[in-house]
C-alpha cells in the first residue's frame, strides 16, 4: 500500500488476518523511513551548511511521509481495538452475571477521590479525575449497557468528599440527583462512599483566649446531612467536625458546645438508625474519633472524650 495512495480504513468487521494484511506494508515503510531518519541525521554534524541545510529539507520530507503512514496505522489499530474490545464487552456482559461483571468493573475503572464543591457541578466532563478520557468510558469501545454499568460501578467504588462547608447543603442536594455522565442515572442511588466536613461557614481560626464567642453552630452544622438518612445503599460515612481551635481558646463555650454535641448526635442517629456506617472525626481534638458503638451513641460520652482529649 503506497503511502500516498487511497486510504481505506480497516472495518470492523475484519479479522486478525485482515489487519496483518494491511498494516504489516505500512509497518515495514514505517520502519524503513525512521532509519532514514536517523542515518541523515548522523551524517549532519560532516557537511558543509549548504549540503547540511539540504539534507534537514530531505528528512523534513521524510517525517511527513512517515507522519501520513503513521496515521494510517493509528486509524488501523483503533478500529480494530474498538472492534476487538466491543465484541469482548458483550461477552462479558451476556455471558455473565452481573455480580460478576462489577468485580470486573472494579478492577478496570480507577478509585478516586472527588471533591464535590460548587466547581463540580459547574462543568460538564467526565467527573472522574485520574482515568479522564479513558477508552472504557468510550462506547464505541465497550458499547452503551458496559459503560452504563461501569459508570454505576464508579459512582458505589468512588469516595465523594464534600469539603466546602460554606456550600455543602446546596452541593449535596444538587448532588444527589445531578449525573455528570450524562447517562440519566440518579447518583443517590449508588454513592456507598461519602466524606464531609463539617462547622461554621467563615472558616475562622480562633488564636487568643476568648477572642470571641461562637453562637448558632448547633442551628446550623447538621444541615449538609438532611436527607442523607434516605439514601438506599448502606453507606460508609466518615464526617469532620471543625471548630478552628474554638475549644482551645475558649470561644466555643461550654454550653454552645453541649448543645452542637447533642445535635449531631441527634442527628447522625437517624443516619444510623438508617442501617449507615459512621466515623466521626474532630480534628481539634486530637482527631478523636466516634463509632457509634455502646454508649458513643450518648452526647456526655461524646463531652467526655472531647474534653479529655482536648486536655491531654
Known amino acids: 500500500m503506497s503511502s500516498t495512495g487511497n486510504f481505506r480504513p480497516l472495518q470492523a468487521s475484519e479479522d486478525h488476518s485482515v489487519l496483518t494484511l494491511y498494516v504489516q506494508p505500512l509497518l515495514c515503510q514505517s520502519a524503513r523511513l525512521d532509519k532514514e531518519i536517523k542515518d541523515f541525521e548522523g551524517r549532519l554534524g560532516r557537511l558543509g ?49 452481573r455480580e460478576i ?6 478492577y478496570v475503572h480507577a478509585h478516586d477521590t472527588i471533591y464535590v464543591g460548587p466547581e463540580y457541578l459547574r462543568t460538564s466532563d467526565e467527573p472522574c479525575e485520574s482515568d479522564r478520557g479513558a477508552h472504557y468510558w468510550d462506547p464505541e469501545y465497550v458499547g452503551d449497557a458496559v459503560k ?24 449535596i442536594d444538587q448532588f444527589l440527583v445531578t449525573d455528570r455522565w450524562d447517562l440519566g442515572l440518579k447518583p443517590h442511588e449508588f454513592i456507598c462512599k461519602v466524606r464531609i466536613d463539617l462547622g461554621p461557614s467563615d472558616n475562622k481560626l480562633h488564636n487568643t483566649w476568648h477572642c470571641c464567642e461562637v453562637r448558632g453552630l448547633a442551628d446550623t452544622i447538621t444541615r449538609p446531612l438532611k436527607n442523607l438518612d434516605r439514601l438506599p445503599n448502606h453507606t460508609h460515612f466518615v464526617i469532620r467536625v471543625h471548630t478552628y481551635r474554638g475549644l482551645e481558646f475558649g470561644c466555643l463555650r461550654d454550653y454552645e458546645l453541649q448543645r452542637t454535641v447533642e445535635v449531631i448526635v441527634h442527628d447522625l442517629k437517624a443516619l444510623r438508625d438508617s442501617g449507615h456506617r459512621l466515623i466521626v472525626e474532630w480534628p481539634e481534638a486530637h482527631h478523636v474519633q466516634f463509632y457509634f458503638v455502646n454508649r458513643d451513641y450518648e452526647p456526655p460520652a461524646w463531652l467526655t472524650r472531647l474534653i479529655n482529649a482536648g486536655n491531654s
Open 49 to 97: 551548511h549548504n549540503q547540511r541545510h539540504k539534507l534537514k529539507c530531505r528528512i523534513g520530507q521524510i517525517r511527513r511521509q512517515k507522519d501520513i503512514i503513521d496515521e494510517q496505522l493509528r486509524k488501523h489499530f483503533e478500529l480494530y481495538a474498538k472492534a476487538t474490545c466491543k465484541s469482548l464487552c458483550e461477552k462479558v456482559w451476556t455471558c455473565l452475571p
Open 101 to 106: 461483571r462489577d468485580i470486573i468493573y472494579d
Open 148 to 171: 452504563l454499568e461501569m459508570v454505576e460501578s464508579w459512582y458505589r467504588t468512588t469516595l465523594f468528599y464534600f469539603y466546602d462547608k460554606a456550600n455543602n447543603t446546596q452541593v
